[in-house]
């Protein structure tokens, strides 16, 4: 048993063993760290994994706890229904409110939810249903079959399971499939999408999610304390529920525990001692906790967990196996026939043409080099045929169908993979999770069985599969490496292995050989002359000239977004016009 | 509901509506010179508000104290960094700005407040010691993270906004204070009375937007600030110094704040965690200009004055829920007419 197992076991004895000898005060204490530890659990999949801050938790928490304290108090229902319909009112809220707010960028969302945080908490206090700023008495406690939680020393054990368990449901969530496309929705999603990854609908799952536990932890305290007023679920709690987190470390999953524990006892000690010092009553404790996160921000950006992390040395993450079942690959093109057709593909951006009506087409087997001076529309032609930019006019098509109207995560599904210009990995992933988000297709297994780990068979399969790729383009020993400790040759060679976990039948590298070594680049050819062997197709951008003129099997040359030439390499490095476009020519 | 009333009401929007507006300009102005999201905005409005309130009550402000302390710690920072880095012929500018001019100031409020003097007086004291917290704020809070995304800009926000609605309960305890108006007068125009406090407000907005106005497209000061929000890094290469841009915006933001507060102390009672909610208010508006633009913003402004004033007349319980509900239309709005690329996170 590895040292973190036996710490782990030894806090989950600690945390057992609890309320057998601690007084009442810390048992009630604890209770609430269990349910702050909940809500900033969903904040840490949402926020710090998902990069969506959100400051309106505490009304989702509101949501659920006058869920269950209506229906039960004013209708008699039982408290197990209650919690789902909590979920359902909850979970619908937070569909519509995410699907607004979370289309937009950065800034807008957690200004957004500190609105509705607001709008929240001013209508649980204005309802006169509710109980206004009273609240409702009378909340029933809870019981397990015939077996009343009455005291909190036996709510204690209600409330901490589903911590440990909504910890596991988010670790293992995150540790597969799915996870790694949530993980990846920080890059700025263009990467995620490009490998079939639904990244607006992703972001509102984990949404749905973090508000889901929030309503969780609100039914646990409406039935603990038996009571609930507006108070709890002021925006003031939304913001610290976020502080628990960011003093936890946003990254980590543990750090919700640790965020929530540390500013419970922090804010228990400092309302103790506080007043005395000022000499009035009042909640002077929000000057400190405010004083402190400032530091922490400046000072240690990542939280409390890294300190931690010390003495719980990581057990690996992930398991690449040896040997799982291969997964079905698509049905390959025959050699020669038609494979990409781009019919006076053009894009401006407002004045600037960047691609002016460019045609070419493309043989599958073949590989294409497409090259011209910098600035000359490469790289926007590559975002054309990927769906990552709309034309502004022309066509494009693939294996007789015409693409240029779909998204990128449709064309990925129609066979095309990709590579970036400026590298998009997942520097803190794992090589291996990043190789495996191209696999992302290749898998059907949703949430829910990511959360629960009923989809490890499909996982081994996609592991296995980025493991092979990193084979065969010779990048195995890095397997578990973190993907931002590469040198820049390497993360290019990580984004072609990537790509090939697609399936693609038509492969597009941009500038992959930029920063390799000279045996690297030797390796490169090689590799790319297997592929076309086993009848891929790939199109590539590179300056490199000695690299592309060995390697490719026509070129088409590019200046100011038009097409100056064509043909084999040969006759390219003879043509006037290139050699004026690269050298520039004789006024 | 009578014309009367109607009249009545849209007056009251309106003031209300000048003042969300000052606070979404200066919102848009912190935002896009330094990227900070500045919710601790609404505070300075409160801190105008009553440090006016305690001087007219003959009695030495907080804030006066809380200018000095910050002065003392910013002239620990930088004394150390100063010293650490060999240059000692730095020290007598930031002892002079950090120590000698709060303790001043603070001694001059202490020898001016039981005497009661004019009220233009107590105003302008009551600016010379809110406006220099701003750029202390800056200094202390904001300037170490010049580089962190906005997120993490806007989560040290929040947490200042924490820190300094908490200073302002032990400040001004939890009592709200109002203070006499500016003007008695009211004017009959036809079937409506205005007041002169409302005249006060409006008119004093209208006067500090112009002279913003003024201060952006004359002076070279203006145009470095504009510069920096066009293009950070193109400021910065022209000698635009991030620094001074930002201390120079959170002036700019404190003093509009106090400003606000002042001209509101007299209409509505304000509480030391009033700001928070005004300046979201602003927030509103400011939204409605996508962040970015003043006319959109000021327009936004009155809106959310209007429909404040008019649903605290017909559901004067849900008038909150109601104003920040509005928000939610207004981010659909907008997220139909964005079409961003996302900022590339790094970390």
Redesign the interface.
């Known amino acids: 048993m590895s040292r973190s197992r036996i710490l782990f076991a030894a806090f989950l004895a600690a945390l057992a063993l609890g309320p057998a000898f601690l007084p009442e005060f810390y048992v009630t204490l604890l209770n609430y760290i269990g349910l702050y530890s909940l809500v900033a659990l969903g904040l840490v999949l949402l926020t710090g994994v998902g990069g969506l801050t959100s400051f309106g938790q505490a009304a989702f928490v509101g949501l659920g706890a006058y869920a269950t304290a209506y229906l039960t108090v004013a209708h008699g229902v039982s408290p197990w229904l209650t919690l789902f319909i909590g979920f359902a009112l909850t979970g619908t809220v937070a569909l519509l409110l995410g699907a607004i707010t979370l289309r937009l960028s950065g800034h807008y969302l957690p200004l957004g939810t500190i609105a509705w945080g607001i709008s929240l908490y001013y209508l649980f206090g204005n309802l006169e249903f509710l109980g206004g700023q009273t609240g409702m008495t009378g909340v029933p406690g809870l019981s397990i079959f015939g077996f009343a939680l009455d005291t909190g020393r036996k709510y204690y054990y209600l409330v901490w399971v589903l911590v440990i368990a909504a910890v596991f449901s988010i670790q293992n969530l995150l540790n597969s499939r799915p996870g790694r496309a949530i993980r990846s929705l920080r890059g700025g999603g263009v990467m995620a999408e490009s490998f079939g990854v639904d990244t607006a609908g992703l972001k509102i799952i984990i949404f749905v999610y973090a508000a889901l536990l929030a309503s969780l932890s609100g039914w646990l305290y409406a039935h603990l304390l038996r009571f609930v007023n507006p108070t709890p679920f002021s925006i003031n709690i939304g913001i610290e529920y976020l502080f628990m987190v960011v003093i936890g470390g946003a990254r980590f999953v543990w750090g919700a525990v640790v965020g929530a524990g540390l500013l419970a006892v922090l804010k228990e000690w400092l309302q103790g001692i506080l007043p005395k010092i000022v000499g009035q009553a009042g909640e002077f404790e929000t000057i400190v906790l405010g004083i402190l996160l400032v530091l922490l921000l400046q000072r240690a950006r990542e939280g409390l967990m890294p300190f931690f992390q010390r003495w719980f040395p990581q057990s690996r993450w992930v398991e690449a196996p040896q040997s799982a079942p291969a997964l079905p690959q698509r049905e390959r093109p025959r050699p020669g026939e038609q494979i990409l057709e781009a019919r006076a593909a053009r894009k401006q951006f407002g004045g600037l043409v960047a691609v002016n009506d460019l045609s070419f087409e493309m043989a599958s087997g073949e590989i294409l080099g497409l090259i011209g001076p910098n600035g000359a529309g490469k790289s926007t032609m590559f975002n054309l045929i990927t769906g990552v930019l709309p034309l502004s006019g022309g066509e494009i098509h693939f294996r007789g169908e015409r693409i240029d109207r779909l998204p990128s995560r449709q064309i990925v599904r129609r066979g095309i993979a990709r590579t970036f210009q400026h590298v998009h990995i997942r520097p803190t992933m794992s090589v291996v999770e990043n190789v495996a988000i191209g696999a992302h297709l290749r898998g059907q297994r949703g949430v829910v069985a990511a959360a629960l780990h009923r989809e490890r068979a499909e996982e081994a399969t996609l592991l296995h599969e980025a493991r092979k790729q990193l084979e065969r383009v010779g990048l195995v020993e890095h397997l578990y490496d973190q993907a931002g400790s590469l040198a820049l040759g390497q993360q290019r060679i990580l984004e072609i292995a990537r790509a090939l976990c697609a399936d693609p039948v038509l492969l597009l590298l941009d500038e992959p050989a930029a920063g390799l070594r000279y045996r690297e680049k030797e390796a490169l050819t090689d590799l790319l002359r297997r592929l076309k062997g086993e009848g891929m197709s790939v199109l590539l951008v590179e300056h490199d000239m000695d690299f592309v003129m060995n390697l490719v099997d026509r070129l088409v040359v590019m200046d100011f977004g038009e097409r100056i030439a064509a043909g084999l390499p040969r006759e390219i490095q003879t043509n006037p016009m290139v050699l004026e476009a690269y050298l520039g020519g004789v006024e | 509901m009578n014309l009367d009333i109607a009249l009545l009401l849209a007056q009251d929007g309106l003031t209300n509506g000048a003042i969300y507006a000052l606070l979404a300009l200066a919102l848009v102005l912190v935002f896009a010179v330094t990227r900070v999201?500045f919710v601790p905005q609404g505070e300075f409005v409160a801190y105008g508000a009553l440090t006016l309130a305690s001087l007219q009550l003959g009695k030495v402000p907080g804030t006066a104290w809380l200018l000095v302390c910050a002065g003392i710690v910013i002239a620990l920072i930088d004394g150390f960094i100063a010293l650490r880095e060999r240059k000692p012929h730095r020290l007598p500018r930031i002892l002079l700005e950090n120590l000698a001019f709060p303790v001043a100031l603070a001694g001059l409020t202490w020898w001016l407040a039981p005497q009661k003097p004019a009220l233009w007086v107590q105003v302008a004291l009551a600016l010379a010691l809110v406006v220099p917290l701003g750029p202390m704020l800056y200094r202390?809070?904001f300037q170490?993270?010049q580089s962190?995304s906005?997120?993490?800009l806007?989560?040290?926000a929040?947490?200042?906004?924490?820190?300094?609605?908490?200073?302002g309960?032990?400040f001004f305890?939890?009592e709200g204070s109002r203070t006499p108006a500016f003007s008695d007068a009211r004017f009959d125009v036809g079937a409506m009375s205005v007041s002169g406090q409302s005249l006060f407000v409006i008119g004093g907005s209208v006067v500090l937007i112009i002279a913003l106005y003024l201060f952006f497209e004359k002076t070279v000061y203006g145009k470095s600030l504009r510069a920096t929000a066009v293009n950070r890094l193109g400021a910065r290469l022209v000698g635009i110094s991030a620094t001074l841009a930002g201390r120079l915006t959170f002036t700019l933001a404190a003093a509009i704040g106090a400003v606000s507060g002042i001209l509101v102390a007299p209409i509505t009672t304000i509480y030391y965690d009033s700001g928070f909610?005004v300046g979201?208010k602003g927030?509103?508006a400011a939204?409605i200009g996508g962040?970015v633009s003043y006319p959109l913003a000021a327009v936004g402004a009155v809106l959310v004055g209007l429909l404040e004033s008019f649903s605290s007349f017909w559901a004067s319980?849900?008038k909150?829920?109601i104003v920040?509900?509005l928000?939610?239309p207004v981010?659909?709005w907008?997220?139909l007419r964005?079409h961003?690329?996302?900022?590339?996170?790094d970390?």
């Open positions: 999201i202390l809070a170490p993270l962190a906005v997120l993490v806007l989560i040290v929040v947490a200042v906004h924490f820190a300094l609605t908490g200073l309960l032990v305890g939890a909610l979201l927030f509103v939204i962040m319980a849900f909150e829920v920040f509900t928000i939610i981010l659909l907008r997220s964005t961003h690329l996302e900022e590339e996170e970390e």
